[in-house]
């Protein structure tokens, strides 16, 4: 019932910015928690942000500082801002929405940032 669609991955230089989105539709209403997980290669996918209905955030260590995650109003679209991008950094991104019913994923994008 609910369905993600994300955007915005790419290639950078190192020090560089991207911006992720992730567009929900369906039920919104019922969405409780939005975010993202990565997963580099060889590595375990990893929750990396969220934000909730009431627009408290939290973020993993590795990306404090340099990431932040916000949202338009009734959870239209969820918004990454990833700003001095590592080569640690790289990895394939995917939003996700917890809501009534479970959890949704959205298709997953491709962040590459160069040495």
């Known amino acids: 019932q609910v369905q993600l669609v994300e955007s915005g991955g790419g290639l950078v230089q190192a020090g560089g910015s991207l911006r992720l989105s992730c567009a929900a539709s369906?039920?919104?209403?019922?969405?409780?928690?939005m975010g993202w997980y990565r997963q580099a290669p060889g590595k375990q996918r990893e929750l990396i942000v969220s934000?909730?209905?009431?627009?408290?955030?939290d973020y993993v260590d590795s990306v404090k500082g340099r990431f932040t995650i916000s949202r338009d109003s009734a959870w239209g679209t969820v918004y990454l801002q990833m700003n001095s991008l590592k080569p640690e950094d790289t990895a394939v991104y995917y939003c996700?929405?917890?809501?009534?019913?479970?959890?949704?994923w959205g298709q997953g994008t491709q962040v590459s940032v160069s040495s």
């Open positions: 369906g039920s919104i209403i019922s969405i409780s928690n």
């Open positions: 996700y929405a917890y809501y009534g019913l479970g959890i949704a």
């Open positions: 934000i909730t209905s009431g627009g408290s955030t």
